[in-house]
């Protein structure tokens, strides 16, 4: 069994910042892929961003710029750091994360979510 835990989500105002966590635990091998995505009301999820083992990053367009995503491979954890926070990036960030577990099955594992919300 694999678990996450988020963190970090909250309310801040136009222009701030919010760092994000998300650490995976349990039966775990190894942990290819990390990454968030984000849902908005009445949107789908979409890409935030993602980082592999080997710190190779793949971005969503509106954030570009404005994020940064790392990792920390001994502690199996991912951040995701928010700048320029702006009222659309108000949305439920979700953890997602894949990788291989103690019998050699892959996984996909999401998190449970957490709330961003940027507004005066």
């Known amino acids: 069994q694999v678990q996450l835990v988020e963190s970090g989500g909250g309310l801040v105002q136009p222009g701030g910042s919010l760092r994000l966590s998300c650490a995976a635990s349990?039966?775990?091998?190894?942990?290819?892929?990390m990454g968030w995505y984000r849902q908005a009301p009445g949107k789908q999820r979409e890409l935030v961003a993602t980082?592999?083992?080997?710190?190779?990053?793949n971005w969503g367009d509106s954030v570009k710029g404005r994020f940064t995503i790392s990792r920390d491979n001994a502690k199996n954890t991912v951040y995701l750091q928010m700048n320029s926070l702006k009222p659309e990036d108000t949305a439920v960030y979700y953890c997602?994360?894949?990788?291989?577990?103690?019998?050699?099955?892959?996984?996909?594992?999401w998190g449970q979510g957490t709330q961003v919300t940027v507004s005066s």
């Open positions: 997602n994360v894949l990788g291989y577990d103690s019998s050699r099955v892959v996984f996909e594992k």
């Open positions: 349990g039966t775990i091998f190894t942990i290819n892929r």
């Open positions: 980082i592999t083992s080997g710190h190779n990053t």
